[in-house]
């Protein structure tokens, strides 16, 4: 298939001929923008399954931001968690069609690279947001929440809530070969100020993130340790879980959690969860699109780590650590 | 047992399941050790051991994990994946297998999570235990009817199921507030152990079901359907509508389970049990009963359910990482077929 009208290769045959023409039809029937006027020019917006929540307001965030200034948008998202082969493919297309810049959200720290790098040799400005490549050089910039950092907030904040109490902290990790997962998790523990295997650390186990096996998970750790009372979580759905063994076991933890999700924050209103960290979606698509038109449009090219923002969301502020109460949050939350 | 297993299971698997031995410890002239071996033809012997071995090792390896509170604790967290366990056991009896039970079980959940906040919490649940029994029997049908291979078909369903679940309900979660919904995990105290009503279910389903399988008709039918489906047909059985009313039946343990996640869990959330059909079908394959089908029976998914929850349970408060957790029970679960495989080499031979 030939790659564009734009071939200037005149010694064809008769058959690259009729493919030429053939393509120049196919030119005429490519929306107008592809063809680069001054602002008006295609993006590509490649996210992760929009099954969950957070990536569906960051996508509708970058696609919202390119329809107020104009630009024609291309959307595509991997299918399941790790799915790089639908976006790597997505990709490809976007090259194809001539997009100017693409905002990805990778699937896979490595596997998108190889495609990153093909597409940013075409001249493309490529973006990641929510969670960068390895290395993170790999692609023009990165927009995404500092999870380290959001560890740190919750850390900070359940340390000045102790204050001089003695701590036993038990810890719901998901999966810590995940990057977000073991930033926020030595966020956490920097932030209270401990390190691994201090014995303030009553225990640690691991869940896939949901209610479900963060119950199952805390209801062990409780059995074994009746005396947790400081609990990190990697997200709002384990805190919840989390909170009816505690109930069950009539327990008084400090839950704490890092998302900022509607459902996470109501939870921090009614007590379920001390403290969680807001992250922003919305800032990411909408950071990670006016800086490709700003590359596009007078050629300064972004570049490094930008983090779009933590917010510590709390009834129970501590001194000494900035934080919003939950009707800020539920006014500025992501997803239902 | 080994050794003797064979033998022993071949004149011992019948169609009821059990071993013509079943009453030994009636039959007091037996030499003590033709008794132990004709124990160990027993299927449930081995999961049985297994799991004395488990709480005995835990019991005596951390202060926490032998009393009444954990011991509850790990009656609790056995009802969901028991209670799924139980259909899957039928499924396997028949040479089948689901892949969506787990899934299916989701959807009962959020359809009757997301109907009770707006209808009475009866016709919330009525709408989730019928969406259960009918994506059980939409199974049945293209397995018993179409002739798709039951691990295909119902990997295709666990698939459809699992995205129709978080389409349906916009991969929100519905926190559940009906006392009916909720009723299955609460329940009296005994001291430190708390029984919740959703194990009391538990029991009385793994006995019914345990009737059904070894003192009906139906029952000697799925048992022969397992051992030989040529053979049963011969014999008279309509193989195709026993099969697919196994599918159909499992549905309504799916829904059970539903019901009793609801109590365990109180949020109807999409993204829950995601690996529950795989441990369901390790519960049930520790338990004894063969993926060949034809042998094994509920009493063995029950223990081999208690073994699946207490590993992890123990291993959790001893402190070993979670990974390791999974090593053991992917090591037990070989144990349990490559035991399976050597019996049922020796049944063909």
Redesign the interface.
């Known amino acids: 298939m030939p790659k564009g009208p734009h071939s200037q290769d005149h010694r064809w045959g008769n058959r690259a001929a009729l493919t030429l023409a053939a393509a120049m039809a196919f030119a005429a029937i490519l929306p107008a923008a592809t063809r680069a006027e001054d602002k008006k020019f295609l993006i590509g917006v490649v996210e992760l399954q929009l099954a969950n929540p957070f990536f569906g307001k960051l996508e509708k965030a970058a696609v919202d931001t390119a329809k107020k200034n104009g630009l024609e948008v291309m959307t595509a998202e991997a299918k399941t968690a790790g799915d790089s082969a639908t976006q790597i493919a997505a990709v490809e297309n976007m090259i194809n069609r001539g997009v100017k810049g693409i905002t990805l959200d990778p699937a896979n720290a490595t596997a998108l690279v190889p495609i990153v790098k093909k597409a940013r040799d075409a001249g493309i400005v490529v973006v990641t947001t929510n969670t960068s490549l390895q290395p993170r050089e790999a692609a023009d910039a990165a927009y995404e929440t500092d999870n380290f950092q959001a560890g740190v907030l919750i850390g900070q904040w359940a340390k000045a809530t102790m204050g001089s109490k003695p701590a036993h902290i038990a810890l719901l990790d998901y999966d810590l070969s995940d990057k977000t997962s073991k930033a926020r998790h030595d966020g956490f523990l920097k932030g209270f100020g401990v390190g691994e295997g201090d014995p303030q650390i009553a225990g640690s186990a691991l869940n896939m993130g949901n209610a479900e096996t963060g119950q199952t998970a805390m209801e062990n750790l409780l059995s074994a340790h009746p005396d947790i009372n400081v609990l990190y979580t990697i997200n709002e759905p384990a805190a919840q879980g989390a909170h009816f063994a505690i109930k069950k076991a009539k327990r008084d933890v400090l839950v704490t959690s890092i998302d900022g999700s509607c459902s996470g924050v109501r939870s921090v209103a009614d007590g379920t969860i001390g403290a969680t960290v807001m992250q922003f979606p919305d800032r990411m698509g909408q950071m990670a699109v006016e800086a490709i038109i700003k590359a596009v449009s007078d050629g300064a090219k972004p570049s490094g780590f930008h983090n779009t923002g933590t917010v510590l969301i709390t009834d129970h502020p501590a001194p000494g650590v900035d934080s919003k109460d939950s009707k800020w949050g539920l006014e500025n939350c992501w997803g239902a | 047992m080994t050794v003797q297993g064979p033998e022993l299971h071949r004149a011992g698997v019948g169609l009821t399941g059990e071993p013509e031995g079943a009453g030994v410890s009636a039959t007091p002239s037996l030499q003590f050790g033709r008794r132990v071996r004709r124990l160990f033809a027993y299927p449930t012997t081995g999961p049985l051991v297994a799991l004395v071995v488990i709480f005995v090792v835990f019991s005596a390896g951390?202060s926490?994990f032998l009393n009444a509170?954990?011991m509850s604790?790990i009656a609790?967290?056995s009802v969901v994946i028991g209670t799924l366990a139980l259909g899957q056991t039928l499924i396997i009896l028949v040479s089948g297998i689901d892949l969506a039970d787990g899934a299916i079980m989701v959807l009962g959940t959020v359809v009757a999570g997301s109907y009770a906040s707006h209808a009475s919490p009866l016709i919330a649940m009525a709408l989730g235990l019928l969406a259960c029994v009918g994506a059980a029997a939409a199974n049945g049908v293209v397995i018993a009817w179409f002739r798709l291979p039951p691990f295909i078909a119902t990997l295709g369903m666990y698939t459809i199921i699992a995205?129709g679940a978080?389409l349906y309900t916009?991969?929100?979660?519905f926190p559940i507030d009906s006392d009916l919904l909720s009723a299955l995990g609460s329940g009296p105290d005994l001291g430190a152990f708390?029984a919740t009503y959703g194990m009391i279910l538990w029991v009385v389903l793994t006995l019914v079901l345990g009737y059904a399988l070894n003192e009906t008709a139906w029952g000697v039918r799925v048992y022969a359907i397992g051992n030989s489906p040529a053979a049963a047909r011969l014999n008279g059985v309509n193989v195709t509508r026993v099969v697919f009313s196994v599918y159909a039946v499992a549905g309504v343990f799916y829904a059970f389970a539903a019901w009793q996640?609801l109590g365990?869990?109180?949020?109807a959330?999409p993204?829950?049990?995601?690996?529950a059909n795989l441990d369901s079908i390790t519960a049930v394959v520790i338990g004894g009963t063969s993926l060949f089908g034809g042998r094994g029976g509920v009493a063995g998914t029950f223990i081999g359910t208690l073994i699946v929850v207490a590993l992890?349970?123990g291993l959790?408060?001893?402190?070993i990482d979670?990974?390791y957790q999974e090593i053991a029970t992917g090591v037990l679960v070989m144990l349990a077929v490559g035991a399976d495989q050597y019996l049922g080499r020796g049944q063909r031979a």
Do not use: E, F, H, V
């Open positions: 951390t926490t509170g954990n604790l609790q967290q995205a978080r916009d991969s929100r979660s708390t996640a365990r869990t109180p949020i959330d993204s829950g049990y995601q690996i992890k349970n959790t408060q001893a402190g979670s990974l």
